[in-house]
């Protein structure tokens, strides 16, 4: 995690990342139990979308620091390009 992490914000990120693995877990017990399809379908929509708030998260701290601080030293674009090519990846995904 980036130094630019408070312990507050790394311990709510990694709250998240508990219950998400709860979800999948749940996701796996339900596909050992043969769930009706919809209803695991369902539920991995759920997990997708808390992974992607984790990952929206991250990117508004790497903006608000990683970000800031490189283009406040002049040296903006390569972090610029990181973000580009990362939500580019993440459009490509939905």
Excluded: P
Excluded at 16 to 38: A, H, P
Aim: proline residues 0%; hydrophobic residues 35%; contains cysteine.
């Amino acid at each position: 995690m980036a130094s630019h992490h408070t312990t507050d914000e790394k311990q709510k990120l990694l709250t998240r990342l508990r219950r998400i693995e709860g979800q999948v877990r749940g996701i796996q017990r339900m596909v050992d139990e043969d769930q009706y399809c919809i209803d695991i379908l369902t539920q991995i929509a759920g997990a997708q979308s808390a992974l992607n708030q984790v990952a929206l998260k991250l990117i508004e701290r790497h903006m608000n620091h990683c970000v800031t601080e490189a283009i406040q030293e002049g040296k903006g674009e390569e972090k610029i390009k990181e973000i580009i090519q990362i939500l580019q990846r993440y459009t490509r995904m939905s």
